[in-house]
Every structure is written in C-alpha cells, then in structure tokens.
C-alpha cells in the first residue's frame, strides 16, 4: 500500500511538472497577413481580364495616389535612379500598375546606366506605341494597351536579340515574383 502510494505521489509530481511547462507565446502570427493586398480600391486592376478599358483620368484621380497618377496619367518622368525597380533583378512578371495588364517578364529585363528600368522586348498584347514630339525631341511613347497609362519610351539603342531598349518608370509597373505567380495559379 505505501508503495502504492509512493508511486501516486510519483506520478502527480511528474505531472505538476508537465504543467508547470512555461507557456510559449501562440500569438505571433497575427500580424503577418496584414499587407496581402497590395492594390487598394481598384476596381479596373485585373491581371487576366485584358478588355480595354475606357475610364476617364478624373476617376483615375479618385483611385490612385498623386505619384502614379502623375506619372501613369499625365506622362511625368520619375527622376533617374530612384525608381524602384532600376537596380532590381528578381525573377516575375511586370505588369501595369493601373490596370493589371501584363507588360514585361524579367527574362528581358538588362541592366542599363539611364537610371530607369529598361527592358529590350514587351509583352506585345501588353504595350502601344504613340509618337511623342514633346520637349522638342521626337520620341516613342511607350502606353498600356489596356489602359492608355504612360509606362515611359522606346529606343533603337537596346542590347541583342531585338535592339530595342524599353525605358520604364518603376512608378507605373508592379512587380509580382515567379514564387507568388506559382501560388496564383
Ligand atoms: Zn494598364
């Protein structure tokens, strides 16, 4: 009986032990699904819907901020070397910040001194070109074909295959990595 008793006595001390486990924090992940989205209310973005889109510049003007506005829909130029994407070379796809529409794949990405991204082939559902006499040079605009925005110009000074040399604003593009597109699909 006493050993019987020795033994219970055993065992609530093994299991007041267990109990007295410190508690380790379960709370951590609660902040880590906070910047999912990266579009804010956007309508018109869509990453497979490649209608064209027909939305004036004052409703734009309500949907994105004063920076891509300016450069997407007033063809302002970010200052060189700022951008985002200039110094960058992560594997994905580029698509237009406005609208969603698929621009560039980083295959075709290069590193180029100009101080802007600069890619030598587009995605040829992706992009339109308009001639641009502005400034008192004559140029290619380089626009969405989705939406009309202003992605930057097109050169004849580009490196092989193609010659070409696409001069972005990193302002009007949005990065998505391979990782992320994989989880997409
Ligand atoms: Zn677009």
Request: aromatic share 12%; with cysteine; glycine share 6%.
């Amino acid at each position: 009986m006493k050993y019987l008793l020795f033994l219970a006595f055993c065992l609530t001390l093994q299991m007041c032990s267990q109990v007295k486990k410190p508690e380790i924090s379960q709370q951590k992940n609660a902040t880590t699904m906070e910047n999912s989205t990266t579009q804010k209310e956007n309508p018109y973005y869509s990453r497979t819907d490649r209608t064209k889109l027909n939305v004036p510049n004052s409703e734009w003007k309500k949907i994105l901020s004063p920076e891509v506005y300016a450069v997407a829909r007033e063809a302002d130029t970010e200052r060189p070397g700022t951008g985002k994407y200039n110094q960058f070379d992560e594997l994905g796809e580029y698509y237009c910040v406005v609208c969603g529409n698929h621009l560039f794949r980083s295959d075709s990405k290069f590193s180029s001194t100009c101080g802007w991204p600069s890619f030598f082939e587009a995605d040829k559902e992706g992009v339109a070109y308009k001639r641009d006499s502005s400034y008192g040079m004559e140029r290619t605009e380089v626009l969405c074909k989705r939406c009309d925005s202003h992605l930057g110009h097109v050169f004849n000074d580009g490196p092989p295959p193609t010659g070409t040399r696409y001069c972005m604003n990193s302002v009007s593009l949005d990065f998505v990595p391979d990782s992320q597109v994989a989880n997409n699909k």
